[in-house]
């Protein structure tokens, strides 16, 4: 309780450094903070050319929505390892000369990039509002309350891989660059690209394992919200729970533990 109450205190600091994030992102670009939504609706568009008239998937329907609902949640979890594994080490004047929780480098950082992903969904609401596109047969509106949950536990689970990657990273530079390999192979352990029915195919008996991955129930939440359009399964959020509560805090008790060289190993 007195770590939370002194990040609460420095909750102005969190602001001003995801406010300079967000700002420096396009910083001297014409387009300025309107890439934000730009992006996300260029890249829903090729998707719907690509995957809807060149290469059409006739085993799920809209494949192009059924694809960016996955990438969305997944893009802001691997940008969260990625960048937040060098939040520290892009911050060491700050580290080694004033004094603040080093907790609120991570933070701001996974923050940041849920503000980004949160603008992503409000595009594809957009386009599905414009274009008349439901997600399932029958959408229920009530559906959309269960994002909350959803999206605060990826939050979570996204947060705790940011303090891991972050503080070791600080140690081990070569880990920010094997972080790029690793989320690469571990987009295609999530059923972003593919339904499950293949992985339990192939996998048999042994497909328990493959709800070992932390992104797999979350992925699967928010694919019954927005695309099949209902509400998702208590067992899939519990699950999702579960685990990101366990990388929380197996991140932040390595986070506090090696904190506490920052200074001198920057």
């Known amino acids: 309780m007195k770590q939370l109450k002194e990040l609460f205190n ?16 396009y910083k001297g670009s014409v387009m300025g903070f309107m890439w934000t939504f ?19 998937n006739n085993t799920i329907p809209k494949f192009y929505l059924y694809l960016f609902v996955g990438l969305v949640p997944w893009i802001f979890f691997s940008s969260s390892l990625n960048v937040g594994a060098t939040s520290v080490i892009a911050s060491k004047d ?6 603040f929780p080093r907790e609120v480098l991570p933070i701001s950082y996974v923050t940041s990039s849920l503000v980004n992903m949160l603008l992503c969904f409000l595009v594809i609401f957009g386009v599905m509002l414009g274009f008349g596109i439901k997600p399932g047969n029958e959408f229920h509106l009530s559906a959309l309350l269960y994002l909350i949950p ?26 920010e660059h094997i972080l ?25 008996r042994w497909y328990y394992l493959y709800y070992l991955n932390p992104m797999t129930p979350i992925i699967i939440a928010f694919r019954d919200i ?11 959020l519990v699950n999702a729970a579960v685990m990101g509560f366990v990388v929380l805090i197996v ?14 190993e920057l």
């Open 180 to 204: 790029g390999i690793v989320t690469m192979a571990w987009m295609y352990a999530c059923p972003i690209l593919y339904q499950l029915e293949l992985v339990q195919n192939a996998m048999g």
């Open 94 to 99: 700050m580290v080694k000369k004033i004094y």
């Open 10 to 25: 420095y909750r102005q600091m969190i602001y001003s450094l995801v406010k300079k994030d967000l700002r420096g992102r």
């Open 251 to 264: 991140g932040y008790l390595v986070f506090r533990k090696l904190q506490k060289g920052f200074a001198e």
């Open 38 to 56: 730009i992006n996300p609706l260029l890249q829903l568009l090729v998707y719907s050319i690509v995957f809807g008239k060149l290469l059409p």
């Open 150 to 175: 959803v999206v605060l536990v990826e939050y979570v689970l996204a947060l705790g891989g940011a303090m891991l990657t972050s503080a070791l990273t600080v140690y081990f530079r070569d880990l």
């Open 226 to 236: 927005l695309y099949e359009g209902h509400a998702p399964q208590l067992s899939t």
